[in-house]
């Protein structure tokens, strides 16, 4: 029986400064209330609330032969990730990020690629493939931010996911965003027809589209987020035009907004192991965060969360995004931290949904 789910991708050193504002002039100076390190990436992000959830998780990632590799492997085992197949290089540095958190709760980020830029299909897989044959165990394997992995785009990335998709393991796939309609959809390549499960929000999805620069035009006027000015007929849009590449399964994360998910037909749905009707569409409300909010890695969080339902079988579609929006919304709140999967089965009925700025959405519920 398949057990477990198995995180690659970006991995890096997070170093945080918060309570601060962003800088009035590229040499002014802006004072941090607190300094701390900690393990970022779509690795660290959703293997920590994996773990956390009760989902046996393992990393297949490179960091460097170096201290902050040492610190990294530290904090991922006491994390309780199993780290079995992080491999390590001397070809570069562990991943560095810099990450200022604002008095609002926004983040910026200063990143230092390091042994992600040269991480390859080849490595991940491992000394005559072993890595992907351990996967022959696993339920899931979630492969996040190709946009950062020079090495595992385009084709490249495609080809690496059919390889990974011989082992039987379900395909789940994240991203980061690009800043137009062009560079995400090369960057991904072929690989949205690969994969089983891909959970962008809505700048990704809308960029994967070709769909972002109207949308980001028509927020820029407004002085909005995306998410709070996308009207239901351009989010349908964009769920219906991702899934013409083949997706059994799309989430799209609005934020605080909700959660988009849609399946696509009966033919690719019945790929997945679970029991999940085809062509939904489906709007899940988030909830409300009363105390002080860190996002950082609330949508690898929300991402995890939304796993360990399927995993798990939480129930509908809608069950397990309103409990993946539990474990986020918990994760954010400063005054919470992450929970354990029964904290969360027993937050659920005392969560509120979130007041809608998108009046549009709203009505979709």
Request: glycine share 10%; aromatic share 6%.
């Amino acid at each position: 029986m398949r057990n477990g789910i198995v995180i690659s991708g970006v991995s890096c050193l997070d170093l945080f400064l918060y309570d601060t504002s962003p800088l009035a002039t590229r040499e002014s100076l802006s004072l941090v209330n607190n300094t701390a390190y900690r393990a970022g990436g779509i690795t660290s992000n959703a293997g920590r609330a994996l773990a956390k959830l009760g989902i046996p998780v393992e990393f297949l990632t490179v960091i460097g032969n170096d201290a902050n590799g040492d610190i990294m492997l530290d904090i991922w085992n006491n994390d309780g990730v199993d780290t079995s197949t992080v491999m390590r290089t001397d070809e570069a540095g562990t991943s560095l990020s810099v990450l200022p958190v604002y008095k609002d709760g926004k983040r910026g980020v200063y990143f230092c690629p390091g042994t992600n830029g040269i991480m390859d299909a080849e490595m991940l897989a491992g000394k005559n493939g072993e890595n992907i044959t351990r996967l022959e165990e696993k339920e899931i394997f979630h492969l996040g931010y190709p946009p950062l992995l020079n090495n595992l785009q385009g084709k490249n990335l495609t080809e690496f996911l059919l390889t990974v998709k011989k082992s039987g393991v379900v395909v789940s796939l994240d991203t980061t965003p690009i800043a137009d309609d062009t560079s995400l959809p090369e960057m991904l390549g072929d690989s949205l027809g690969v994969a089983d499960i891909f959970t962008p929000n809505i700048e990704e999805a809308s960029q994967t589209a070709g769909l972002f620069n109207k949308l980001v035009k028509k927020a820029r006027e407004k002085g909005m987020d995306i998410e709070n000015v996308i009207s239901p007929e351009e989010l349908l849009e964009t769920g219906e035009k991702l899934l013409t590449y083949g997706l059994p399964l799309l989430v799209i994360t609005l934020g605080p907004q909700g959660v988009f998910i849609c399946t696509g037909s009966e033919d690719k749905v019945s790929r997945l192991p679970y029991n999940i009707a085809a062509n939904q569409r489906v709007f899940v409300p988030g909830y409300k965060v009363t105390g002080p909010i860190n996002t950082t890695g609330a949508g690898d969080t929300f991402t995890a969360a939304f796993l360990t339902g399927l995993c798990k079988k939480v129930g509908s579609l809608s069950d397990i995004a309103r409990f993946a929006h539990c474990a986020g919304a918990t994760f954010v709140d400063l005054s919470k931290g992450p929970s354990t999967f029964e904290q969360v089965i027993s937050l659920l009925p005392k969560m509120q949904v979130s007041e809608p700025v998108n009046e549009g959405l709203a009505e979709m519920i």
